[in-house]
Nanobody, 131 residues
Framework: VQLVEYGGDVAHVGGSLRLSCTVLGGTFETLVAGWFRQGPGKEREGIAT??????????AYSNAVKDRFHVSTDDAKITMYLHMTKLKPEDAGLYFC???????????????????????WGKGTQVTVAQ
């Protein structure tokens, strides 16, 4: 599969933004999907994960974005969204979506710096937070 992110833009502190990630060549139904970000001079960090099953949806968030960001997918399970609210300056960075097979996921994403073959990455979309 391939992933394409879009929706990155300039937003103001306290504002909102919605990022999208479309999966090409598959759907999110059998995948664990997540959002990561990399701020200037920082390592890539995972911020949100979503896993779909037939009877429930599992979400997980990092402490940095919990209660401010929300991850969801569309009904067709082709597009994943990151709804970002109450933006802070430290939310600025390059945002990536990623997926891996649910059968390979043990509850934690591989270290983003490890270049794991199990994870498919998008190219990223830039978020700027202005005062």
């Amino acid at each position: 599969v391939q992933l394409v992110e879009y929706g990155g833009d300039v937003a103001h502190v306290g504002g909102s933004l919605r990022l999208s990630c479309t999966v090409l060549g598959g759907t999110f139904e059998t995948l664990v999907a997540g959002w990561f970000r990399q701020g200037p001079g920082k390592e890539r960090e995972g911020i949100a994960t979503i896993t779909e099953s037939t009877d429930h949806t599992f979400h997980a968030y990092s402490n940095a974005v919990k209660d401010r960001f929300h991850v969801s997918t569309d009904d067709a399970k082709i597009t994943m969204y990151l709804h970002m609210t109450k933006l802070k300056p430290e939310d600025a960075g390059l945002y990536f979506c990623a997926v891996m097979d649910q059968n390979d996921f043990n509850g934690q994403w591989p270290d983003p710096s490890s270049s794991s073959d199990l994870v498919v990455w998008g190219k990223g979309t830039q978020v700027t937070v202005a005062q």
